[in-house]
C-alpha cells in the first residue's frame, strides 16, 4: 500500500492541493458568499451562529474542503490500483481526514496569513 501510496500523481495532487485552497477562501472571504456568512452570523439561532463562526475560519473550512475535495481522488486511485471497493472507501476516509485535510487547513491557512501580511497597507 505505501508503495502505490508514494506513486501517486504529483502534479494532480498539487493541483488538487491548489484547487482547494482556492475554494477554502472563496467560501471563507470571497464576496459570493458573503450573504450566506452574514445570514448565519445574524442568526437568532446559536447552531446557525457557529456555523457562520466556522465559514469564516480558514482552517475550519480547510480542512473540510481538503477532506471532501480529495475524496472521490482517493477512492478512485485506490479502486483502480486494485485494492477493492470497500478497502478503498476506508483508505478515502483515513486519507481525507488524516493526511489531507490538515494540510489543506495549514495551506490554507499559511496563504491567507500571507495574503493579510502583504496587504496590510492596502486601504
Known sequence: MIKELLSMPVPSLILL???AIGITHIITSGSIFG???K???KSKLS???SIGKVLMCNQCVGFW???IFFFPFLISYFFVNNFGLIPSLIFAVFFGFFIFGPINSLLSDIVYRFKVYLCKDCG
Do not use: N
Open 39 to 41: 445570514f448565519f452570523l
Open 47 to 49: 447552531l446557525f451562529e
Open 17 to 19: 492541493f491548489l484547487a
Open 65 to 67: 474542503v481538503g477532506t
Open 35 to 37: 450573504p450566506i456568512r
